[in-house]
T-cell receptor, first 117, second 112 residues
Framework: AQKITQTQPGMFVQEKEAVTLDCTYDTSDPSYGLFWYKQPSSGEMIFLIYQGSYDQQNATEGRYSLNFQKARKSANLVISASQLGDSAMYFCAMREGLDNYGQNFVFGPGTRLSVLP | DADVTQTPRNRITKTGKRIMLECSQTKGHDRMYWYRQDPGLGLRLIYYSFDVKDINKGEISDGYSVSRQAQAKFSLSLESAIPNQTALYFC???????????FGPGTRLTVL
């Protein structure tokens, strides 16, 4: 079964508008971490934001915020005031348990975001 | 300078050849990982190492081997390359806590 689901293969957003990229996850472990990465066309993987399962508040990093809804098992990435440079693939990832044991760190299939001028 | 470097960045080889991809990091992390990325499949873990004496298989280790030469160096080898190993390969490192993984720039490998 898929541990991480990203249901939007592709998204479009107008420059300066906000956009939400969906991520749902599946785990029975009460302790886990959720990550978002950005992969621009140049190919590198850039860490954006992290949310722990016990964190009380939604994580924020500059224009990025994570809308964490634990009961729904969703961890959507919100990008405010989109910029042309935000056009990229975005991957949601999850680490099950308190520590990374390698195989308990999984990535979703990604969402391609295109920002329109 | 980049914290995680990979060499080569691009490589074209032929079926049956032995290939080594190298990864070096200056982040001081003990943990290192090798991933493979195929279109539409996200990243899949090949091998990981939590210290110099620790090597573990990931989800898709068949056809690959690794060597952890030092804390800062982790190499991935394809003993006899085949066309379905054509992919983008990433090295990553992490600390224990927080365990955020930081990625190298990737190596694009083509096996003809």
């Amino acid at each position: 079964a898929q541990k991480i689901t990203q249901t939007q293969p592709g998204m479009f957003v107008q420059e300066k508008e906000a956009v939400t990229l969906d991520c749902t996850y599946d785990t029975s472990d009460p302790s886990y971490g959720l990550f978002w990465y950005k992969q621009p066309s140049s190919g590198e993987m850039i860490f954006l934001i992290y949310q722990g399962s016990y964190d009380q508040q939604n994580a924020t990093e500059g224009r990025y915020s994570l809308n964490f809804q634990k009961a729904r098992k969703s961890a959507n990435l919100v990008i405010s005031a989109s910029q042309l440079g935000d056009s990229a693939m975005y991957f949601c990832a999850m680490r099950e348990g308190l520590d990374n044991y390698g195989q308990n760190f999984v990535f979703g299939p990604g969402t391609r975001l295109s920002v329109l001028p | 300078d980049a914290d995680v470097t990979q060499t080569p960045r691009n490589r074209i080889t032929k079926t049956g050849k032995r290939i080594m991809l190298e990864c070096s990091q200056t982040k001081g992390h003990d943990r290192m990982y090798w991933y493979r990325q195929d279109p539409g499949l996200g990243l899949r873990l090949i091998y990981y190492s939590f210290d110099v004496k620790d090597i573990n298989k990931g989800e898709i280790s068949d056809g690959y081997s690794v060597s952890r030469q030092a804390q800062a160096k982790f190499s991935l080898s394809l003993e006899s390359a085949i066309p379905n190993q054509t992919a983008l390969y990433f090295c990553a490192t992490s600390d224990v806590l927080p365990d955020t993984q930081y990625f190298g720039p990737g190596t694009r490998l083509t096996v003809l």
